[in-house]
């Protein structure tokens, strides 16, 4: 039983600023089904920042939502208020961000930074700090109990990420959101916080947003990928067919540059030529033409978001051969 | 993120945005005028006042306000008004050069003591906290006794008990610059420590420092004002805001307008400087920001 | 031909925390040597004391032959010509308030080069790294990731150095933008024979660009080698922890993940023995004793239980 947990309809969200509005995200739709994992891929500008703070409401004050919806459990979080936005916000669903030295009040223990975020529940002190004890256990932090009364500062940067990653499943949340994670860790302690978040996912159950551009980790890690690029999805599908079978040029191109997979010594690495376009002064038609070296002249238009196949869509020309013959 | 939020065009120049920033604000727009104003009439005042500000006329003394004088007469006989002009002219006179060595001398020390070996740091230090912890009045009545009141007086009291505070301004700000990436590169590159500090440094301090000092001149305006009150600053018959105040208080209830001539200008002054110190402060601030 | 640089022994102390323990390493001319590490590694220290950022309590640095550890500022500057270093932190290591264009000419301006056309000496070093030549008037806040890292490579060649220095040259950077900066240092090194040393713990940067690696943990080289040989034949523990910490792409890749335990010991207290074993997956009672530097065929490393041998 699949139930759609999280559900990103048509979103399309502005910054306005001097220059003119930025269209930060454009038509944004995927789902997250409850207890699956779904990695989110892109580059600097790809809009997963803005896609964050909109999905939690943690916006700059220039941000317009344009248009679209975001159902969580079936409500559009777009018509809560504030209160009930922050009723939701470290329950149902949790963040954990990615720098790991900034994410804890510096000057606070451990131990009662993880007793304050339990506000919710209805239990002794005593009960809240045998929780977050037992939450650095689930972690792998040693001898939880003394630690507790340690600050922020006496933990490593990997110690440190594993206990946002506590925190942010004291709660137990429908929904954890991971913004790039592992992004400031060496690769060795990558791999450990991912090797643990699957294991606490398998636990705990919930589903996971997963954002990262790092290739090789949502390959590991997600169930489902969505690929964006300059504020739009160009492809979303299962992470086998996005890996083994992409269909759009962006995503097979980003592969490709991927380093992780060229084993012997290239002379040339591969890249992407040109810059991403600038979101206050959009091109026509498709967002990735001017980088693609496949661009026909339907690409003159927006391609939709098509369905491919079971739970493969992607937005390019190139897959509707009628169009490009 | 920044990237895609910073301003991509340099078409106008720095000062240009930074006014048009204080602009946008509508108390920084009434600092602006305000200050616009003074220093208006304190550049042309000796073409704007209606009588000459020294000029004694005893058989029209102690008039109140009237249409040829508008603030009135003081106990000579000089119109009120002129004085008050003039007054702003002293008044700039004393804050802006005081200000200005004091920023300048202040900048240098503190740039040398958070960047230079510890040693001088420390020295430096003390020296700034003795010269604070000396209060402005007595040290005001040292220098007076050795050398006479004067304008140039007033304006050395001032500026040597300033220099402390743009110190440690600048000695913070040093501290704080002194290990970014930017900083290692240079000296990686071999640049002197003069270059760092000049070219690299200084263009990153002075924006915090100019707005301290858009927001001290009320406070020097205060205090040169002060120590003409006291009779320890201007020499008579220079008109100052202060020495406005001294006359019109001895005879308050024969000549109120004098101390509302004195003390108005002050409290305009004040308010003035602040709203546009404050409001120069938001402008420049977030621009700093932009440099993540 | 002699090598450009021989660091020997290099030992560093932060007050009591003792940083590098004897670090020894040599770049020959026109080679790329990298200097992997992780964080607590001293990989960023090793590179600054070169470049005589860091103090260096003992050892010795020997440029083209020359000693030039703790040689002090003033008998330093002369060979910041030949030494160019890149840090970071793109727009960090740029100072905020200059155009591109001073901060390029830079190295002009300290050396004393008051003589030469900085414009047109701007307008080559842009071409150089494939940077639009309006792009001098623009300000650090205003360049994209990948285009600060390049200001910061046309800066470090602006003075024609031999040796180039460079600090994670490509952290921060999209995978589609990174291949473009390595490509773009593969052939500048090519093009003026530039000898580098990059510190990285990105093994995959380290495939595509260097000749020679090395291995530091906690302060000291524990294994060293040609790439290929360290890629193929990894003889110490932690370097097959390395690579093998590296996901790859692809969603069916067999994981024969060789996981490491715990953290990384204090610098304060360095554990006895191998200081490895702590965290080792092969570790046994021998790895009590400290183990030493041995060197078979090129390829050096300090392990008591090597593998391949």
């Known amino acids: 039983m699949t139930e759609t947990l999280l559900e990103i309809d048509n979103l399309s969200v502005d910054y306005e600023t001097a220059r003119g509005d930025l269209k930060a995200l454009r038509d944004i739709s995927f789902d997250v089904n409850r207890g699956e994992i779904v990695g989110i891929v892109g580059e600097s500008g790809c809009g997963k920042s803005t896609l964050i703070s909109a999905i939690l409401r943690l916006i700059a004050p220039n941000t317009r939502f344009r248009n679209g919806a975001i159902r969580f459990k079936g409500d559009d979080l777009l018509t809560r208020t504030e209160d009930q936005m922050r009723a939701l916000r470290g329950g149902d669903i949790s963040i954990v961000f990615q720098d790991p030295m900034q994410t804890h009040n510096p000057v606070i223990t451990i131990g009662k930074q993880m007793v304050d975020i339990q506000h919710r529940a209805m239990t002794s002190k005593k009960e809240k700090l045998a929780t977050a004890a037992k939450m650095l256990g689930a972690v792998g932090i040693p001898d939880p109990e003394a630690r507790l009364k340690q600050y922020p500062h006496e933990f490593s940067g990997g110690m440190r990420q594993r206990i946002a990653i506590a925190m942010a499943l004291m709660s137990e949340p429908d929904l954890l959101i991971a913004d790039e994670p592992t992004t400031a860790l060496d690769a060795t302690l990558e791999v450990q916080i991912i090797e643990r978040l699957k294991d606490l996912q398998r636990d705990f159950g919930c589903a996971i947003l997963f954002i990262s551009h790092h290739l090789g980790v949502i390959a590991e890690l997600c169930d489902r990928v969505v690929v964006m690029y300059a504020g739009a999805v160009v492809e979303s599908g299962t992470v086998r067919e996005i890996f083994h079978n992409p269909k759009h040029p962006y995503t097979r191109r980003l592969i490709e540059c991927d380093p992780g997979h060229i084993k012997a010594r290239a002379r040339i690495l591969p890249t992407i030529p040109g810059e991403v376009p600038d979101l206050a002064n959009l091109p026509d038609g498709c967002i990735f033409r001017d980088r693609c070296d496949q661009a026909v002249a339907c690409c003159a238009q927006v391609p939709p978001l098509t369905r491919l196949s079971e739970g493969h869509n992607a937005a390019c020309w190139l897959n509707h051969a009628e169009e490009v013959a | ?292 | 031909m002699s090598p450009i640089l021989e660091v020997k022994d290099l030992k560093t102390n932060f007050g009591s925390v003792n940083v590098l323990a004897g670090v020894s390493f040599t770049v020959e001319q026109g080679e790329t040597y990298a200097m992997v590490g992780e964080s607590g590694s001293g990989k960023t220290t090793v590179i600054r004391a070169i470049a005589g950022l860091a103090p260096a309590q003992a050892g010795s640095v020997k440029f083209e032959g020359r000693e030039i550890r703790g040689i002090g500022e003033r008998a330093l500057r002369p060979l910041r010509k030949d030494i160019a270093m890149m840090f970071q932190d793109p727009t960090g290591s740029l100072s905020p308030r200059l155009t591109i264009r001073n901060l390029i000419t830079e190295p002009y301006k300290i050396q004393g080069m008051k003589d030469r056309d900085l414009d047109a000496e701007a307008k080559r070093l842009l071409e150089l790294v494939n940077l639009p030549a309006h792009f001098a008037d623009r300000y650090p806040y205003q360049l994209s990731g990948g285009q600060a890292r390049r200001v910061g490579v046309a800066r470090a060649l602006a003075l024609e150095p031999k040796l180039i220095l460079a600090d994670e040259p490509t952290a921060g950077l999209d995978v589609s933008v990174q291949g473009e900066l390595l490509n773009l240092l593969n052939d500048l090194r090519e093009r003026l024979g530039l000898s580098m040393v990059i510190i990285t713990h990105n093994l995959n940067v380290v495939r595509h660009v260097a000749d020679r690696m090395g291995i530091l943990y906690l302060g000291r080289l524990v294994e060293e080698g040609t790439t290929e040989a360290i890629f193929h034949e990894p003889r110490h523990p932690y370097t097959n922890c390395l690579l093998s910490a590296n996901p790859e792409p692809d969603p069916d890749a067999r994981l024969d993940r060789i996981a490491l335990k715990g953290e990384p010991p204090s610098l304060i207290q360095r554990p006895s023995g191998c200081e490895f074993r702590d965290r080792c997956p092969m570790a046994s009672e021998v790895c009590t004793q400290v183990p030493q530097w041995e060197v078979t065929d090129g390829h050096g490393v300090r392990c008591l239980t090597p593998r391949h041998l």
Request: glycine share 10%; no cysteine.
């Open chain 2, 1 to 292: 993120m920044t990237d895609i939020i910073a301003d991509t065009s340099k078409s106008r120049s720095e000062l240009a945005i930074i006014i048009a920033g204080v602009a946008r604000d509508p108390l920084g727009l009434i600092g602006l005028i305000i200050v616009g104003s003074i220093v208006f009439s304190a550049v042309f005042a000796s073409w704007i006042v209606p009588y000459d500000p020294i000029a004694m006329n005893i058989p029209d003394r102690m008039q109140g306000p009237s249409g040829t004088h508008l603030l009135g007469t003081d106990q000579l006989g000089r119109d009120t008004f002129s004085r008050v002009i003039s007054g702003g002219q002293v008044a700039l006179k004393v804050a802006l050069p005081a200000i200005f060595g004091a920023m300048t001398i202040g900048l240098t020390l503190g740039m040398i003591a958070g960047y230079g070996p510890k040693w001088l740091d420390n020295f430096l230090m003390l020296l700034f906290d003795t010269i604070r912890s000396f209060p402005t009045v007595m040290f005001a009545l040292a220098v007076v006794a050795l050398v006479g009141p004067s304008l140039q007086t007033v304006v050395f009291v001032v500026m040597a008990t300033s220099i402390p505070t743009y110190g440690r301004v600048a000695r913070t700000q040093t501290l704080t610059l002194r290990n970014s990436e930017f900083i290692l590169a240079e000296r990686a590159m071999g640049a002197s420590m003069a270059r760092i500090l000049g070219v690299h440094m200084l263009p990153n301090i002075i924006g915090v420092l100019a707005v301290l000092a858009a927001m001290d001149i009320p406070t020097v305006i205060a205090l040169e004002a002060g120590l003409s009150f006291l009779g320890l600053g201007v020499k008579p018959p220079t008109p100052s805001w202060g020495v406005l105040l001294k006359d019109g208080y001895a005879l308050i209830r024969q000549t109120p307008w004098l101390v509302v001539g004195g003390g108005l200008p002050i409290i305009l002054a004040t308010l003035g400087f602040t709203f546009l110190g404050e409001s120069l402060r938001d402008v420049v601030d977030p621009k700093l920001r932009k440099n993540r």
